[in-house]
């Protein structure tokens, strides 16, 4: 058969367009701070070392005033008010992260404390950035003093109702909520916050089971 024969000089004349590969979009910091409120008042609310004990669903005393307050003034006089907040967060995960891995497919399973990989990273380095600042975490992120101010059980489930009135079933977890995962990350958040009431004993682990 005949050759097939290519001009490399027409080659050369063709420009082809320029392809970037992009990263996973970032957040707008308002996205970020808004999850952050989100998380770091479940994660007080839910201490149970506390004078008086809250809701006892992770057993620490990070945000109490005669005992982690103390510890991290002394460990990091200018930051503390961010420091005891971001312990009591990571206790959180850690008692959300255990309900997780219970699910046989955990990997599956999207909570408040676990919003998917680029997510999470940027939340953390949110926190980060702000615990730098040098702005207090009420001026930084005002909508945390709505509860924080004092431990009040029937202010904190008002505060939760204003998030809405997700629909749920038992599972083997906790709550599953009903749907997909919803795309916006705030969406979610909302959605998985409200879902921690009615209040138990025990953390109810809300979460969405998705990619199923």
């Known amino acids: 058969g005949r050759a097939l024969r290519v001009s490399t000089h027409r080659l050369r004349e063709v420009t082809l367009p320029e392809v970037t590969v992009r990263p996973e979009s970032l957040l707008d910091r308002s996205v970020l701070d808004e999850i952050l409120v989100l998380q770091l008042l479940v994660a007080w609310a839910g201490e149970g070392k506390t004078e008086p004990p809250r809701l006892g669903w ?14 991290f ?35 599956h399973l999207f909570s408040l404390y676990r919003l998917g990989f680029a997510v999470d990273e940027q939340l953390d380095d949110r ?38 009135t997700p629909d749920s079933v038992a599972s083997s977890v906790g709550r599953r909520l009903k749907g997909d995962l919803p795309a916006d990350p705030v969406v979610a958040a909302r959605a998985l916050a ?19």
Do not use: C, N
């Not at 980060?128 to 003093?145: F, N, T």
């Not at 409200?194 to 199923?212: K, N, Q």
């Open 58 to 71: 992770w057993r620490t005393a990070l945000t109490d005033e005669f005992v982690g307050e103390d510890l």
């Open 73 to 107: 003034k002394r460990l990091t006089p200018r930051t503390w008010r961010w420091a005891v907040l971001e312990a009591a967060r990571a206790a959180a995960r850690k008692v959300d992260a255990e309900s997780r891995a219970e699910s046989a497919d955990a990997d």
């Open 127 to 164: 926190l980060a950035e702000l615990k730098r600042s040098g702005q207090d975490p009420v001026e930084a992120l005002p909508s945390l003093a709505t509860v924080t101010a004092a431990w009040d059980r029937d202010a904190f489930v008002a505060w939760l109702g204003t998030l809405g």
């Open 194 to 212: 409200a879902a921690m009431a009615p209040l138990t004993a025990r953390y109810p682990a809300p979460h969405f089971r998705a990619g199923r």
